[in-house]
T-cell receptor, first 116, second 115 residues
Framework: AQKITQTQPGMFVQEKEAVTLDCTYD???????LFWYKQPSSGEMIFLIY??????QNATEGRYSLNFQKARKSANLVISASQLGDSAMYFC?????????????FGQGTTLQVKP | GAVVSQHPSRVICKSGTSVKIECRSL??????MFWYRQFPKQSLMLMAT?????????EQGVEKDKFLINHASLTLSTLTVTSAHPEDSSFYIC???????????FGEGSRLTVL
């Protein structure tokens, strides 16, 4: 069975500094996708970044980068130059295979607070 | 990008009544719909998966007679919370699958409060 683990319930970061949010996963599948989502207090799910299991390069999207360590089964999110608007809940998630019709399971989430 | 519209965004109902939440894919055919429930400060938990024209598959522990899911068309899925109780108060969010590519499409979510 697939499992996603986020061990940091809450994190604080100073504005303009970088922060790493941890995510480990467990799966026996060879093909899977890893996602990070941001969820502000409004509840909407905002897509941040995606890493496919066969992607050799770490994914980057603007200030977001995903530190993909396949052998360790970790997919940490790095946010550089934190902004006050980054304060939100962050979820790591995983799908089986590619495409968008597979189940997406979520980690427990990490609440990030950016301090001015 | 594709848009998934979910409504109502907020609903308050009395205990014992039923509430219907709609999820529409606006510009692609949603062959699969996923429904999640999220309690405050917690993760999104998958409740059920439905394929267009088929009965939904419910996750373990989710009462299928209480959470009725209909996916009769490729653009619309509904979740009906029957005989709602205060413990059903939660944030419900849909995700539509289909179309091209691997992008994932979420609805905006519906916050249900049962009095």
């Amino acid at each position: 069975a697939q499992k996603i683990t986020q061990t940091q319930p809450g994190m604080f970061v100073q504005e303009k500094e970088a922060v790493t949010l941890d995510c480990t996963y467990d799966t026996s599948d060879q093909s899977y996708g890893l996602f990070w989502y941001k969820q502000p207090s409004s509840g909407e799910m905002i897509f941040l970044i995606y890493q496919g299991s066969y992607d050799e390069q770490n994914a980057t999207e603007g200030r977001y980068s995903l530190n993909f360590q396949k052998a360790r089964k970790s997919a940490n999110l790095v946010i550089s130059a934190s902004q006050l608007g980054d304060s939100a809940m962050y979820f790591c998630a995983m799908t089986h295979g590619s495409g968008n019709t597979g189940k997406l399971i979520f980690g427990q989430g990490t609440t990030l607070q950016v301090k001015p | 990008g594709a848009v998934v519209s979910q409504h109502p965004s907020r609903v308050i109902c009395k205990s014992g009544t039923s509430v219907k939440i709609e999820c529409r894919s606006l510009d692609f055919q949603a062959t699969t719909m996923f429904w999640y429930r999220q309690f405050p400060k917690q993760s999104l938990m998958l409740m059920a998966t439905s394929n267009e024209g088929s009965k939904a598959t419910y996750e373990q522990g989710v009462e299928k007679d209480k959470f009725l899911i209909n996916h009769a068309s490729l653009t619309l899925s509904t979740l009906t919370v029957t005989s709602a109780h205060p413990e059903d108060s939660s944030f419900y969010i849909c995700r539509a699958g289909g179309g091209f590519g691997g992008e994932l499409f979420f609805g905006e979510g519906s916050r249900l409060t049962v009095l």
